[in-house]
């Protein structure tokens, strides 16, 4: 106990307050995150730097807590939580190259990628208290591998010849890293697989694009 209490305390000593409006990990995760992020653009301006850094300094302030609660964890519970978040950002990643393909890119994804930092880290954290999840009616992999290439299809008038390179591309890269990221969710406890599954099923949102490109995007 005594050797995990120093390893926490020189964790929380690393901590800047100077890049984080002077507040520690407990103060900025406990506002949350609309609220941090209305007082970091507040401070710093509603510009897409700031934006983009709002996000990231949430995701620091919550991985540092869940870092310590991971450290108290028995070693296999934390290995397959480690193991999650490497999947879940993985995941998020490929999923929003293949929006920001679709849509032609743009400064606007900027702060769409940066959020990926503290969505996998709220997810984690869930994860680690085993939040309630509510029964939910999710569609196939396969049908929303589907609804994709068929969005990719009707933008593709629109999109250059390098521009529909980069979405294949970025479509297969999706694809393999789903069904390596699958594999990993099926072999979970049966109480985080819902968790999981509809964070890859929201990257499938993103990766659709239809809030960018004015459709309703709808989760289940």
């Known amino acids: 106990m005594a050797l995990v209490a120093m390893a926490v305390g020189f964790y929380a000593i690393q901590w800047n307050r100077s890049a984080y409006l002077g507040k520690s990990p407990e103060q900025i995760v406990a506002m949350g995150r609309d609220k ?10 509603e510009h ?24 108290r964890l028995p070693a296999a519970r934390r290995a397959f939580l480690e193991s999650a978040r ?5 995941i998020a ?17 900027n702060p769409i990628f940066a959020s990926i930092h503290p969505s996998v880290e709220m997810l984690i954290a869930e994860s680690i208290v085993n ?15 589907v609804e994709m290439d068929e969005t990719a299809k009707k ?23 789903e069904s390596v990221s699958r594999k990993f969710v099926e072999s979970a406890p049966e109480y985080d697989r819902t968790r999981l599954r509809l964070f890859i099923h929201k990257q499938f949102e993103i990766a659709i694009a239809k809030e960018m490109i004015g459709e309703d995007a709808q989760t289940q």
Request: aromatic share 14%.
């Open 36 to 45: 941090w992020y209305a007082a970091y653009t507040k401070k710093h301006g």
């Open 48 to 71: 897409t730097r700031a934006m983009c850094d709002a996000e990231t300094t949430y995701g620091d302030a919550l991985k540092n807590l869940n870092d310590r609660a991971l450290r």
């Open 86 to 90: 490497y999947h879940c950002k993985q």
């Open 93 to 109: 990643l490929r999923g929003h190259e293949v929006g920001y393909a679709i849509t032609g890119g743009g400064t606007i994804w």
């Open 131 to 145: 939040k309630p999840m509510p029964m939910v009616k999710m569609k196939s992999i396969e049908s929303r591998f």
């Open 155 to 177: 933008a593709f008038p629109e999109m250059t010849e390098d521009s529909i390179t980069e979405f294949k591309k970025a479509f297969n890269e999706f694809r393999y890293q």
